[in-house]
């Protein structure tokens, strides 16, 4: 069964940095275009970055761009989200997910598989 693993979430101060990452258990990861999410306390759930399989093509949310690089290692199944510069607006429950094809699309539908979350709190 396919598993993702989010870890690296926490509290930080404002202007701080975290980096999450995301490891695949099981399943294809290499052919797949992967994606980060976050929901705020009673909010939907929206689209953070996305990247290729390859890792050339990236996707970012307006509200993250030039703060937040997305990244990824084939070889370990992982992927990354290093938050810069973080905001108290920042703060949410943040997933990864797996996209059902090669694009890092921006729509939750787009996805299949997805983390239990990991909470991340900045503080002001």
């Known amino acids: 069964q396919v598993q993702l693993v989010e870890s690296g979430g926490g509290l930080v101060q404002a202007g701080g940095s975290l980096r999450l990452s995301c490891v695949l258990s099981?399943?294809?990861?290499?052919?797949?275009?992967m994606g980060w999410f976050r929901q705020p306390p009673g909010k939907e759930r929206d689209f953070v970055a996305g990247?290729?399989?390859?890792?050339?093509?990236?996707a970012y949310a307006d509200s993250v761009k030039g703060r937040f690089t997305i990244s990824r290692n084939n070889a370990k199944n992982t992927l990354y989200l290093q938050m810069d510069s973080l905001k108290p607006e920042d703060t949410a429950v943040y997933y990864c997910?797996?996209?059902?094809?090669?694009?890092?699309?921006?729509?939750?539908?787009?996805?299949?598989?997805w983390g239990q979350g990991t909470q991340v709190t900045v503080s002001s």
């Open positions: 997910a797996r996209s059902r094809t090669m694009l890092p699309v921006t729509t939750p539908r787009g996805y299949d598989q």
């Open positions: 099981k399943g294809s990861f290499d052919r797949c275009a």
């Open positions: 990247i290729s399989p390859t890792g050339i093509t990236t």
